[in-house]
């Protein structure tokens, strides 16, 4: 089993970037799929996700109406589409995998239960 976030770099303040999660090993479609960030000395924090059951998706404040989460089944990949990026975005930037329902409602990664963890990619906002 194993996850890769890819599509990390360094943008322009009010630019764009697609991050992809990509699977192996399992099926995506069968899990919840969140996105995660941690800035240098600071906590792993919850950006977004995707439910499983209902395609439900669920957005932090600090990014609803910029960030847009999708799943490609037949690619068993989905993106995380960032839109309108601002310096504070900068972090390196996780995808992970739970069988539970993610409600969204906590702000922190330790308390989302993930079972599985992909290596970071890098997003840099700086003009």
């Known amino acids: 089993v194993q996850l890769q976030a890819s599509g990390g770099g360094l943008v322009q303040p009010g630019g764009s970037l697609k991050l992809s999660c990509a699977a192996s090993?399992?099926?995506?479609?069968?899990?919840?799929i969140g996105w995660f960030r941690q800035a240098p000395g600071k906590e792993r924090e919850w950006v977004s996700c995707i439910n499983s059951s209902d395609g439900s998706r669920r957005y932090a404040d600090s990014v609803k109406g910029r960030f847009a989460v999708s799943r490609v089944n037949a690619k068993n990949t989905v993106y995380l589409q960032m839109n309108s990026l601002k310096p504070e975005d900068t972090a390196v930037y996780y995808c992970?995998?739970?069988?539970?329902?993610?409600?969204?409602?906590?702000?922190?990664?330790?308390?989302?239960?993930?079972?599985?963890w992909g290596k970071g990619t890098q997003v840099t906002v700086s003009s």
């Open positions: 992970a995998a739970s069988e539970g329902f993610c409600s969204g409602t906590y702000r922190y990664a330790d308390q989302y239960g993930m079972d599985y």
């Open positions: 090993g399992f099926t995506l479609g069968h899990y919840q």
